[in-house]
């Protein structure tokens, strides 16, 4: 995709030209997404679109897919019936895609500059058009002695293996999909060689007839669950009190006029009575959409996401084990004064990476199991953690690998005090104690980094710094 770009970028202006326009990058993700897919999105963007191939790289946005379907959809209904949109009523987003189907439902809050409110929790399946092509190919493979063709699924989207001969046919029966409106029948081409059953009726010198009742068939599976999914989205908004006034289709299963009339026809059948619409390119909408978003057309312009420009993390004595502490460069095992354990000290596990994305709305929160031992002799015993923080590109595993000129490294302290009872657990000579340390990064608000020792919930030491 980098390459698409920045080959298009040199065909569409000048190499120079190419070199000084600033870039923005929107990344869609469906709604629903947290923290960890986000991460890994934006990863793959950064490793894709470097800074030697785009210099002018300015800033990165996210948008929710079924926003930006509806950002782009109400600016069309603008320009054609400005008086359609009435504030306070509630639209379901139906993003059918050739794998999932997602949806969504909004409520306007206003109408230009666009603003909505999320009232339901975003629903979605793999009910999307591959069901129809999964359904096709069953049929055909029942008809047939011969056709080397694979049911096998790949990955989570609705997805499947296409062979060879699976991609001819599928080729020549998207038009058909594609066109269908509930009456037409369409004669296939079947390639040379492909024995059809005797009994199998419609089929004559190579050509299969496919009668609108079987292509109907071909869309059950998909048409079902989407009207479903449209209905529990609906349903869940009336639960909460709100009113579902229209239903915005886009994706690229939507510009099937059958399955846009069946919806219809669902949505007339409706005691709510909805309109139900899309955009006159519905393939496009989502990217056109997040295209309008980050340019602040229509909709207030998003904030931008941020780098993590350092390495956080922790470090704490392990148990020592030859597998994973031992060889060669490593240090050898240290006898704890506490409970005698042989201990690999300073190993450090790092809780947000270089380079990780920092989100504008909601700061990266990870959190880290400790087990830390006291001394069992009365004493006030302390037990010490330390916070990592560096900006080297590749994170060690040791704390003695992080210069403490260059890298910061404040201990935090936890006494056995400030423990409560039912939290220690006595051990012979000494007392352990189950703990969190929790690391937050953000940018929004006072110091970027946080990081808390808790137990039970409440916070035993603190420690803050900026980015």
């Given at each position: 995709m980098s390459r698409i770009v920045n080959v298009t970028l040199k065909e569409k202006s000048s190499a120079l030209i190419a070199g000084e326009i600033p870039l923005d990058i929107a990344l869609t993700h469906p709604a629903e997404w947290g923290y960890e897919p986000l991460?890994?999105?934006?990863?793959?963007?950064?490793g894709a679109f470097h800074k030697q191939m785009f210099p002018t790289l300015r800033n990165v946005y996210f948008v929710p897919e079924p926003e930006a379907c509806a950002l782009f959809t109400v600016q069309q209904l603008i320009r054609s019936k400005e008086d359609s949109l009435i504030p306070g009523e509630c639209f379901v987003i139906c993003d059918a895609g050739g794998g999932t189907v997602d949806l969504a439902?909004?409520?306007?809050?206003?109408?230009?500059?666009?603003?909505i409110s999320r009232v339901s929790p975003g629903t979605g399946a793999n009910c999307g058009a591959t069901l129809i092509d999964r359904a096709f190919v069953r049929w055909l493979k029942s008809i047939t002695t011969n056709l080397n063709i694979l049911d096998d699924e790949v990955g989570t989207g609705g997805?499947?293996?296409l062979t060879p001969e699976r991609k001819t046919l599928l080729n020549r029966f998207d038009p058909f999909k594609h066109q269908f409106t509930g009456g037409e029948t369409n004669i296939l081409t079947l390639a040379s060689g492909i024995q059809v059953k005797p009994e199998t009726p419609g089929f004559k010198n190579g050509l299969l007839t496919i009668d609108p009742d079987r292509m109907k068939g071909f869309f059950d599976e998909s048409l079902n669950?989407?009207?479903?999914?449209?209905?529990?989205?609906v349903e869940g908004a009336t639960v909460r009190g709100e009113v579902v006034t229209?239903?915005?289709?886009s994706g690229g299963l939507s510009q099937s006029?059958?399955?846009?009339?069946r919806v219809q026809d669902w949505a007339r059948n409706n005691p709510s009575e909805m309109e139900v619409t899309r955009p006159e390119e519905c393939w496009t909408a989502v990217t056109q959409g997040s295209v309008l978003r980050v340019m602040g057309l229509g909709a207030s312009q998003p904030t931008a996401a941020k780098e993590c420009p350092r390495h956080y993390g922790i470090a704490a004595s392990e148990i020592w084990s030859q597998w994973r502490h031992g060889g060669k460069d490593k240090k050898k095992p240290i006898k704890d004064q506490v409970h005698g354990r042989k201990m690999a000290v300073g190993q450090i596990t790092w809780l947000v990476r270089k380079g990780d994305v920092i989100l504008p709305d909601k700061p990266i929160k990870m959190i880290q199991p400790v087990t830390c031992a006291f001394k069992d002799d009365?004493?006030?015993?302390t037990a010490r953690i330390t916070f990592c923080a560096t900006t080297m590109a590749e994170a060690p595993t040791t704390l003695n690998?992080?210069?403490?000129?260059?890298?910061?490294?404040?201990?935090?302290?936890?006494?056995?005090?400030?423990?409560?009872?039912?939290?220690?657990?006595k051990r012979s000579g000494y007392i352990k104690a189950l703990m969190d340390v929790e690391i937050r990064v953000g940018y929004n608000n006072g110091k970027g980094v946080q990081v808390r020792v808790l137990c039970d919930g409440r916070e035993k030491a603190e420690y803050s710094t900026n980015l």
């Open positions: 991460n890994r999105l934006y990863r793959a963007a950064m439902t909004y409520r306007i809050d206003k109408i230009n500059p666009l603003e997805h499947f293996l669950g989407t009207l479903r999914l449209i209905a529990k989205q229209k239903v915005f289709m006029e059958y399955l846009f009339r009365g004493s006030s015993s690998q992080l210069p403490e000129v260059s890298n910061e490294l404040p201990v935090l302290e936890v006494k056995l005090d400030d423990l409560p009872s039912s939290y220690r657990k």
